[in-house]
């Protein structure tokens, strides 16, 4: 499909994925049936299926872990989920902590077995039965699958420098029965993640739409003299007064220097004009997860030299884009976008040829790599879902399917002190001195434009529909920022005076 034509299959969804009514779940025969899709991948015996753990300290935030979130959807601590196998035939059993009055005091009101049977549709029991009832089941089971972060593999006799309370748990279990074989199930249910259902399609979508949303707000609020952080709380606000979560991982807004480190969180720089600031962002609905970045001119229009890395950014994301269609190899997209990419830089003079390398080994070791990821150094795009970073088909198959959900993300970093730390070879130092001039011209640029999408039965689509296109950005950079007070720089003075070098 044409990028063109995709834009009109879609520009028809609009704003309104941004307004969706936040009613999606999960229903309880899902979840059934990914229990049931697991029992088959695994032979006769016991599946083990480890919850996340309370906090040491009740007043922070617990989180469920992905794994046991996809078999149950159950959203309290300390929680084990025992399916059992045998001659064709499973069952399952969820074991939760007892309700007590007096620990609902501090941490609020828990289900209990009573109320966790009603939500999940699993025969539920106390948790304190959750011994003694593997230990009756694996007297006549030779197998125990364990779903859950549980380190495998090692020596006999090895010890850990840490062991998790699900390592001594899994351990204890093992010692007291060695008769039995004890393997992981992660990879079974990871390459069960890696397709998305069409519930689970609707809860990605709005997490997306209320991060494009906030995408938009940052863009109509960012003017120089304002501190990274200031965008942060604005982008974070929008994702919680629409229903999210909590941001999907740690929010990026990085400005000027800051746009060139990939993962860069401190988010506390003051940003100027002629500057860009990347925004790596994501919503958490219902936990799943998006992953949306804009790059933007803080002035609100881009200089000339920022607008030609940007448009090279953009014409790679582009034909990745073309290459993204039901049964087509995930390959196609990277190799697309990196071409344009190669292309690119060679025609404003960071490279010197779409083919050209360096020297990157070491004197023992001559490698040679590609000039092209001296300023493109990470992969094209990843899936998402109940993680930022999940499974996807293509990660199992190599293939886009139906129910893939991903993102496509290329960039261009020119980094200050790129060509101070090359590798010093004779080659390298005549590579830099030729390279010298387009690098100043473009130090300090990083462009980074990411999207979300997923696959259909009509193919390819784009789901994140926050502005990208030059013309776009600087145009709604023109507008006032939607609600909200206006910003008072004068109660920002004193950070500029405690937060020393970190506030230029």
């Known amino acids: 499909m044409r990028f063109a034509q995709l834009r009109t299959l879609v520009s028809g969804l609009g704003l309104a994925m941004g307004a969706a009514q936040l009613s999606a779940q999960v229903p309880q025969t ?19 299926a ?33 399916m059992v196998k045998r001659g064709g035939q499973t069952t399952a059993t ?11 005091v501090w941490t609020g009101k828990r289900f209990g077995p009573e109320g966790a049977t009603k939500a999940t549709g699993i025969d539920a029991r106390p948790v304190e039965q959750l011994r003694p009832a593997l230990d009756s089941l694996l007297k006549s089971a030779g197998q125990l699958y364990v779903v859950g972060n549980v380190q495998f593999g090692g020596r006999q006799g090895e010890e850990q420098h840490v062991l998790s309370p699900e390592d001594q748990f899994v351990r204890a279990i093992a010692a007291e029965h060695p008769s039995v074989k004890v393997s992981s199930a992660n990879m079974q249910v990871l390459m069960l993640r890696g397709a998305k259902s069409p519930a689970e399609l609707d809860l990605i979508r709005k997490a997306v739409a209320i991060t494009a949303d906030a995408q938009r707000e940052a863009m109509r609020a960012i003017e120089p003299g304002m501190y990274e952080f200031e965008v942060q709380a604005l982008i974070e606000y ?19 220097p800051n746009s060139t480190t990939l993962h860069y969180n401190a988010d506390d720089r003051l940003m100027n004009a002629g500057e860009v600031v990347v925004m790596d962002i994501g919503a958490s609905y219902r936990g799943y997860a998006a992953d949306v970045t804009r790059t933007v001119p803080i002035n609100g229009t881009f200089t000339p030299d920022q607008r030609a890395i940007y448009q090279i950014v953009r014409d790679a994301q ?12 995930a390959e196609l997209m990277s190799d697309s976008a990196s071409a344009v990419l190669a292309a690119g830089l060679t025609r404003v003079g960071l490279i010197e040829s779409p083919t050209a390398t360096y020297d990157c080994g070491t004197s023992q070791q001559p490698q040679q790599c590609p000039q092209l990821s001296l300023y493109y150094m990470h992969g094209l795009g990843h899936g998402i879902g109940l993680e930022v970073h999940d499974p996807d088909q293509f990660y199992f198959k190599g293939t886009l399917e139906t ?13 200050e002190n790129l060509l101070e730390i090359l590798p010093k070879t004779q080659r390298n130092e005549a590579l830099a001195a030729k390279l010298r001039p387009a690098v100043a011209k ?15 039965d009509q193919g390819l689509e784009w789901i994140s529909r926050a502005p990208r296109e030059l013309n776009e950005v600087e145009a709604l950079m023109k507008e006032a920022l939607a609600g909200g007070p206006k910003r008072d720089t004068g109660k920002l003075e ?11």
Do not use: C, H, M
């Open 30 to 48: 899902e979840y059934a049936q990914r229990r049931a899709a697991l029992a088959a991948k695994i032979q006769d015996g016991v599946l083990l």
């Open 94 to 104: 969820l074991f939760v902590e007892e309700r007590d009055p007096a620990a609902e």
């Open 494 to 504: 004193w950070y500029k005076r405690t937060a020393g070098p970190q506030a230029p």
């Open 50 to 82: 480890i919850g996340g753990k309370e906090p040491a300290q009740d007043y922070l935030s617990f989180y469920q872990n992905e794994p046991f979130t996809y078999l149950t959807g159950y959203n309290e601590p300390n929680a084990a989920l025992v």
């Open 442 to 456: 473009f130090r300090t640029v990083g462009v980074r434009i990411e999207d979300d999408y997923v696959i259909s």
């Open 318 to 329: 582009a034909a990745a884009e073309r290459q993204a269609k039901p049964g087509a190899k």
């Open 238 to 256: 929008t994702f919680r007064r629409n229903g999210a979560d909590r941001p999907s991982f740690s929010t990026i807004v990085g400005s000027g």
């Open 403 to 415: 129910g893939s959900a991903f993102t496509i993300e290329p960039g261009i970093y020119v980094r």
